[in-house]
């Protein structure tokens, strides 16, 4: 179902995407949340979604160095996106955490924080969607194996032909459209959560096909952009690449992609950079209203098929009269379209308005009566102007 608010100001969240080469510092950064404080003062929680088997082991005594207490810090080591996926929703739904024994299994120990507090993460960190990526796939071509194991007993495929056949098999144009979906789904996961989050990536060269001499080949672009899943970057507000200059590599360096807080301009460079520049995006907007958009993506897509349902319904179970001239209808419903589209939204509004009061329909694109249509004609030509 849709959701509304009104215009006032919410309280905006840090939600970011960093990605780059390998030894930029992304983990480094990520982990910075650690030094970030809530709107009244207290320290961040965070939760290390680590997907790249320590990445920032090494680092935490530094922290530690600084005055950070590491008890407010939860540090799960996963590369299942589902997982990860899991995890997001405990902390979103506000969940206890339990300890986790050596084999992975919850025990009956609750995770506390430095306040011995039961663990409610502010923030969220998942380091390491390349990885992510790389496990869905890989386990969407063990999944696609066995559904060539299927097809080759069905038809009746043994010895070398059925080894080929399964053996050879790799993703489907629908598969890659579910690991595109799963990765738009952690993102807006994530932005659901109500939470501060980062998500790390490596990069990759942008490509495109392009067809030359009559050919079509995939070239580079020469932009760089993560590489992480298909365009996981478009919900996020922030979206940094951490890279270092052969002439000064000891500095990193970020580009700003695109960042919506405005704590920086978008095509800005910065040396090194600090998570903690983003503060002020907790600092200046804490006195408005606390507002959380829910990942809702699959109550929407069956929404969208029961309206799609009902619609062809409704074009499949009416009778069309056989006196109604369609292009009759098409005229009529052009010339009131003509004016709607003049009309700026307080005026659209009023015609709108005016229809209700009359007792016509304000959505006409399915009807199709004449002398409904000649009246919602008449109502709105007075606005024509």
């Given at each position: 179902m849709a959701r509304a608010r009104s215009g006032s100001c919410v309280k905006s969240k840090i939600q970011m995407v960093i990605f780059g080469e390998q030894f930029t510092g992304k983990s480094t950064l990520a982990l910075q949340f650690a030094y970030m404080k809530n709107e009244d003062g207290s320290p961040f929680k965070v939760l290390y979604l680590d997907a790249e088997n320590g990445s920032i082991d090494d680092y935490l005594p530094e922290l530690e160095k600084n005055g950070i207490n590491l008890q407010n810090i939860y540090i799960v080591y996963t590369q299942s996106l589902a997982e990860t996926e899991q995890y997001i929703r405990k902390a979103r739904d506000k969940e206890d955490f339990y300890v986790l024994d050596d084999d992975g299994n919850e025990t009956d120990e609750i995770v506390k924080d430095a306040d011995g507090k039961s663990f409610r993460p502010d923030a969220i960190v998942v380091d390491g969607t390349t990885v992510l990526n790389m496990t869905t796939k890989e386990g969407l071509i063990d999944f696609s194996k066995k559904r060539a194991a299927v097809k080759a007993t069905?038809?009746?495929l043994v010895g070398d032909e059925r080894f080929v056949k399964v053996e050879g098999s790799g993703m489907e144009l629908k598969d890659y459209q579910t690991v595109n979906f799963k990765g738009q789904n952690l993102i807006l996961d994530l932005t659901g959560s109500g939470l501060h989050y980062v998500v790390t990536a490596r990069e990759t060269d942008e490509k495109q096909t392009k067809e030359i001499n009559g050919t079509k080949e995939t070239v580079v672009t020469g932009r760089k952009i993560p590489d992480g899943f298909k365009g996981m970057e478009h919900n996020a507000k922030t979206v940094i690449r951490l890279y270092r200059d052969s002439d000064d590599y000891e500095t990193v360096k970020a580009f700003v992609e695109k960042d919506r807080t405005k704590a920086h301009k978008a095509g800005e460079i910065i040396d090194d950079p600090q998570l903690t520049d983003w503060q002020v995006v907790i600092d200046k907007t804490a006195k408005n209203k606390d507002y959380t958009i829910n990942n809702d993506i699959h109550s929407a897509i069956e929404t969208e098929k029961k309206i799609y349902e009902q619609e062809n319904a409704v074009t499949l179970d009416?009778?069309?009269?056989?006196?109604?001239?369609?292009?009759?209808?098409?005229?009529?419903?052009?010339?009131?379209?003509?004016?709607?589209?003049?009309?700026?939204?307080?005026?659209?509004?009023?015609?709108?308005?005016?229809?209700?009061?009359?007792?016509?329909?304000?959505?006409?694109?399915?009807?199709?009566?004449?002398?409904?249509?000649?009246?919602?004609?008449?109502?709105?030509?007075?606005?024509?102007?």
């Open positions: 069905k038809a009746g009416t009778d069309v009269k056989p006196d109604i001239s369609k292009d009759k209808t098409i005229k009529i419903k052009h010339n009131i379209n003509s004016i709607l589209k003049k009309l700026s939204p307080p005026e659209k509004t009023k015609a709108k308005n005016k229809l209700k009061e009359n007792n016509l329909p304000i959505s006409f694109s399915k009807e199709n009566d004449v002398e409904v249509l000649n009246k919602v004609y008449e109502a709105v030509k007075s606005f024509d102007k």
